[in-house]
């Protein structure tokens, strides 16, 4: 008996190492494809269908918060009515989502038809029919705290998966798994939205170059003062978007400084005011 007992212990052993060694290889398989694209859209849509995958689960959705409002936006959802959630809104504090994002914490809510926490309207909705479920919060580290370099954690979305295929209810294991995934997740997603950011920072930069080179070939095609103003005016209400504007040059008499309007738009004919 204790032979036996000894062989059935290390079995388990060998079970779970090699659980974790599969784990850990598709974490790694995972990141190296989350690592490969920074086009936000798409890495979500990654992102959700590999932590569905990863746990096989029938349906998942992948919420970020919206740092406006507060509000939680289904980005990417996964599973048999997937297309009637996408885009939607929740107010913060919703549900076991927003329970994820006020406490920074995952939670395990399996018969979640039996919890006070549930969010019933999406199952009314859709007709699906929602048993476990298990939310993870997506955390990334934002600039300004005092106490660490890196900054504070800051919750900028959840990961929800959905009943697990096999009819077994979500686990630590499970959790685990699924924390360790959404923290390579979270800093994909910073990365991509960091990229954007520079990206359109970088695009209006050479627009505002080339319009500037643009105003700069038109005053040198012309000598002709009044002209020279009349497209200095244009193009500043075009940049600006103004309705209407007035460009003039400040000249001094016997009566004092006076403004001589050289250019207008959108305005009464002003002369020269003093």
């Known amino acids: 008996a204790d032979q036996t007992a000894g062989a059935i212990v290390k079995a388990r052993l060998l079970e779970e190492t090699e659980r974790r060694a599969r784990h850990l290889a598709m974490l790694n398989e995972i990141g190296r494809t989350l690592t490969s694209t920074l086009d936000l859209k798409p890495l979500l849509q990654q992102i959700m269908h590999s932590a569905a995958e990863m746990l096989d689960c029938e349906a998942g959705s992948l919420f970020m918060v919206d740092e406006q409002t507060g509000e939680l936006v289904f980005e990417v959802t996964v599973g048999p009515v997937a297309a009637d959630l996408a885009g939607q809104r929740l107010p913060p504090g919703t549900g076991v989502v927003g329970k994820v994002v006020a406490s920074g914490q995952p939670v395990i809510t399996n018969q979640a038809r039996s919890s006070n926490t549930w969010y019933a309207d999406a199952d009314r909705q859709t007709g699906f029919v929602t048993r476990d479920l298990l939310a993870v919060p997506l955390n990334a580290r934002r600039p300004g705290a005092a106490s660490t370099e890196q900054g504070s954690p800051a919750v ?45 920072a970088l695009a209006a930069r050479v627009e505002e170059m080339s319009v500037m080179q643009r105003i700069d070939r038109e005053l040198n095609a012309s000598l002709d003062l009044e002209r020279s103003m009349n497209i200095t005016l244009h193009w500043s209400q075009l940049q600006s978007r103004a309705e209407s504007g007035l460009l003039g040059l400040l000249e001094e008499d016997e009566a004092g400084l006076r403004l001589h309007i050289m250019a207008s738009q959108g305005l009464p004919s002003l002369g020269s005011l003093s």
């Open 156 to 200: 900028i979305g959840v990961l929800e998966v959905i009943n697990k295929r096999s009819g077994l209810p979500f686990n630590l294991e499970d959790q685990e798994l699924l924390t360790a995934f959404t923290g390579q997740a979270a800093v994909a997603i910073e990365n991509a939205r960091l990229y954007t950011q520079t990206d359109q």
